[in-house]
């Protein structure tokens, strides 16, 4: 199985959402193999792939490519002076792994460019013919970035995995809280899980991750319990 995992933003928890679901499975005896297409802004030896691995003791990741400049991806290569992203060296990669779970964390957000024709991560998605799980935020301003990310999933044809918060705070306020029943409402269906703030520094994350997510994805996340709990 292929699943893609994209953000409405960055900094919406895109990887710690991708080392939960691989600790999950990983957990449960799967083969798991984690894909980053591009990784930006960080220095060799530390980034995305390197945390996921910290969190879950999953080694088998894949980056294609890596730019220093915190960029999106095609420009970032373009002020480095290095190639963009291939993306039928990336399909070939991905297609060409047998695990029993292969995610494909992307970079910022779903129309994200990678290269100057424009390949985005939901072309990507297309490609692979791939679900997409969708990362959003739970403050004033997630219900815009949700639902432009889901209507540009639908008018592409794409299958919504499911939508996770990525980070809920300890102490939510009145739009955190009443945001949980829009974003339910902007995806149609209950919620796939939601994090806590600070997950990535649990002492046992593999709780974490099996306490916000739901049994979709290995964990025993509950949508109305949660949404009952926090809902003014």
């Not at 802004?41 to 980034?47: A, D, I, L, T, V």
């Not at 639908?154 to 990525?166: F, P």
Request: hydrophobic share 45%; glycine share 12%; with cysteine.
């Amino acid at each position: 199985m292929r699943i893609i995992v994209t953000g409405t933003d960055t900094g919406v928890g895109k990887t710690i959402v991708t080392a939960a679901v691989a600790a999950l499975a990983a957990d449960r005896g799967a083969r798991v193999a984690v894909v980053k297409p591009a990784q930006t802004g960080e220095p060799e030896g530390c980034g995305d792939l390197a945390e996921i691995t910290r969190l879950t003791g999953v080694t088998d990741v894949h980056e294609l490519v890596r730019y220093p400049d915190p960029l999106s991806p095609a420009a970032a290569a373009r002020t480095s002076g290095r190639e963009p992203l291939d993306p039928a060296q990336f399909y070939d990669l991905v297609l060409g792994l047998t695990h029993d779970l292969v995610l494909v964390e992307g970079a910022g957000g779903l129309l994200v460019r990678y290269d100057e024709d424009g390949t985005t991560l939901a072309d990507l998605a297309r490609g692979l013919k791939a679900p997409v799980l969708v990362v959003t935020g739970a403050g004033l301003g997630t219900l815009n970035h949700t639902a432009l990310t889901l209507e540009a999933m639908a008018h592409r044809g794409l299958e919504l995995s499911g939508l996770v918060i990525g980070s809920w705070p300890a102490d939510p306020d009145l739009a955190e809280r009443c945001n949980l029943r829009d974003l339910e409402m902007l995806a149609a269906r209950p919620l796939l899980g939601a994090l806590p703030a600070g997950a990535a520094s649990a002492p046992d994350f593999l709780a974490v991750a099996r306490d916000g997510l739901g049994p979709q994805l290995g964990g025993r996340f509950d949508p109305k319990a949660f949404a009952d709990a926090w809902r003014p």
